[in-house]
């Protein structure tokens, strides 16, 4: 056995020779061991094995729900407070005076790509035509679903879910495991973040479970993401061709175009990873950080754009004025109508969210981390949390907007509310333009779409053999990176057939509560690392 990169605290084995040579045995094989027996599990009674993750999700919402709300809020103040906080908000991710390696630019493009962008193309009609229709406050009988005085409490809370607490997700990542692993020299791997509380134990089997619970979170939290993505990429293929399996009678994608989009997807994924971050990845981030501004423009070209501009400026004072009753409250009185509706609404909203986040965390926050060396800790936080969080608002005003503005005018008629969640962006379109025009606009979307997709996937598909390999940054052999696409296609394939994007979001919520557990101690690490370095200095 030989010992990779690593600090006087932390050393991570890996093997000298053999298949998995670089690579720690116990982190590269475990997942792959668990997950396979998942493939199987589900493959071999998908409506069982569906019920069953549905009844798992049901139990970890009930009894986990508020720690999934108090941990999230706990991470957005440590965020904004250390930027906030002169002795910390200076601190380098990596050894004073180092130069960033990416421009601004690049640099927020490719944050944004690996974080946000499927979400945001699924959600930016979808989030706030939903809570437009339903919410906590049409629940408490405060506002009027699918009514004029609806609109602030939508972006309200649709905000909630794309602004700063999702994105402190990240960050405490990102920060922690940029200053300690660039600044004191750790390893690459999340379980250097944990490093100042429990020191040289993380070089033996207790780090190794770590990165293996880091590892099967991303693997998770990417399935959720790329579902929704490659049922978004066949309703986007529909609105284009018209082909007719493409979907079903109630207008959903069916399993074959899933599977369909699936292979495309992974396949271009592996392709990219294997050119690595400073090509693949550098490369489609600017292409679709360029496409993305040119669909917010054509929106604030053609679509409602005055109702947009009122919206932005209300959703703003709205979101920041209600963000701490929203990021603490907790409904768990299942005993009325009205309590029951309430936990039912943050389980399928709050809880799913945040649990998605924290899924994603491990990947884009070492991500993160990788192209943020030599940023500043404030420079991090308006990079990867104010700055994205603003993005989302503008997508989510100038696009969703024009979807209620054609909803509350009765153009629409029930048509984008109605609609597949996958499926709303291209009502809106259809409804928007001419034929013509929105086939046009619609072949934008779904190339957008897809270097999103492949964006993320190929993102996760490198920070996974990175954390395998002990930290280890440099190109890895083709056969590791199509053998972890292969077994990510397979783990999404058989969740979408034992119930779809069901199955997908209770496989999530249960396997996100671990590494929850795991980013709470490296925030309370991660401080104490900071204060304790500056103070010595």
């Known amino acids: 056995m030989g010992e990779s990169s690593s600090s006087q605290s932390v050393s991570i084995n890996v093997e000298e020779s053999g298949f998995y040579q670089g690579f720690n045995l116990m982190v590269a094989a475990l997942p792959k061991v668990l997950i396979i027996a998942l493939i199987i599990w589900v493959g071999m009674s998908p409506e069982r094995a569906g019920a069953q993750l549905l009844a798992m999700q049901n139990w970890s919402i009930s009894v986990f729900g508020a720690w999934y709300m108090y941990v999230t809020a706990f991470f957005s103040i440590t965020c904004v407070a250390l930027a906030i906080w002169p002795r910390t908000g200076k601190v380098v991710l990596g050894v004073k005076g180092e130069a960033p390696e990416f421009s601004m630019f690049t640099w927020l493009s490719m944050m944004f790509g690996a974080g946000i962008g499927v979400g945001m193309l699924t959600y930016s009609t979808a989030e706030p035509i939903f809570h437009f229709a339903s919410n906590p406050d049409t629940i408490q009988g405060f506002t009027t679903g699918l009514d004029a005085d609806n609109v602030r409490n939508a972006y309200k809370w649709a905000l909630l879910h794309y602004g700063i607490t999702p994105w402190a997700c990240y960050g405490v990542v990102g920060i922690s495991l940029g200053y300690l692993c660039y600044a004191r020299g750790l390893p690459l791997t999340i379980r250097s973040g944990l490093q100042p509380l429990f020191g040289s134990s993380m070089s033996g089997a207790l780090g190794h479970l770590v990165d293996v619970a880091a590892i099967l979170a991303t693997l998770i939290g990417l399935g959720v993401t790329i ?90 004072w709205d979101y920041l004025i209600a963000l701490p009753t929203m990021s603490v409250t907790v409904w768990d009185n299942p005993d009325t109508e009205m309590g029951a509706a309430l936990q039912n609404w943050q389980g399928a909203w709050n809880i799913f969210y945040w649990a998605w986040w924290i899924a994603f965390a491990p990947f884009v926050g070492l991500f993160l981390a990788r192209v943020s060396r030599g940023r500043t800790v ?57 034929p013509d025009m929105a086939v046009a606009l619609s072949v934008v979307v779904v190339t957008l779409l897809l270097t999103f997709l492949v964006t993320s996937a190929d993102s996760g598909i490198l920070i996974i053999n990175t954390l395998a390999s002990g930290g280890d940054q440099s190109q890895k052999g083709a056969r590791h990176v199509i053998i972890w696409g292969v077994i990510f296609a397979l783990l999404v394939a058989v969740l979408l057939a034992a119930g779809g994007m069901g199955a997908l979001r209770s496989a999530m919520i249960v396997g996100a509560l671990p590494f929850s557990l795991v980013m709470a101690l490296m925030t309370i690490a991660m401080v104490k690392a900071l204060i304790s370095d500056r103070d010595r200095r």
């Open 227 to 316: 579902g929704y993505g490659v049922s978004q990429f066949a309703s986007g293929l529909f609105n284009i061709s018209g082909i007719e399996w493409i979907v079903d009678a109630a207008g959903k994608p069916t399993l074959a175009a899933q599977i369909f989009g699936l292979v495309v997807i992974v396949g271009a994924s592996c392709l990219s990873a294997l050119s690595g971050l400073q090509r693949g990845i550098k490369w489609l981030s600017n292409i679709n950080m360029g496409l993305s501004i040119f669909l917010v423009l054509f929106f604030v070209m053609f679509g409602a754009t005055a109702f947009a501009i009122k919206s932005f400026g209300f959703a703003i």
């Open 378 to 434: 404030r420079e991090y936080v308006l990079g990867a949390m104010v700055i994205p969080s603003l993005i989302c608002l503008t997508w989510f005003t100038f696009v969703g907007a024009t979807a209620i503005d054609l909803e509350l005018s009765g153009v629409a008629q029930g048509a984008i509310v109605n609609a597949d969640i996958s499926a709303q962006l291209f009502e809106t379109i259809n409804l928007m333009l001419s």
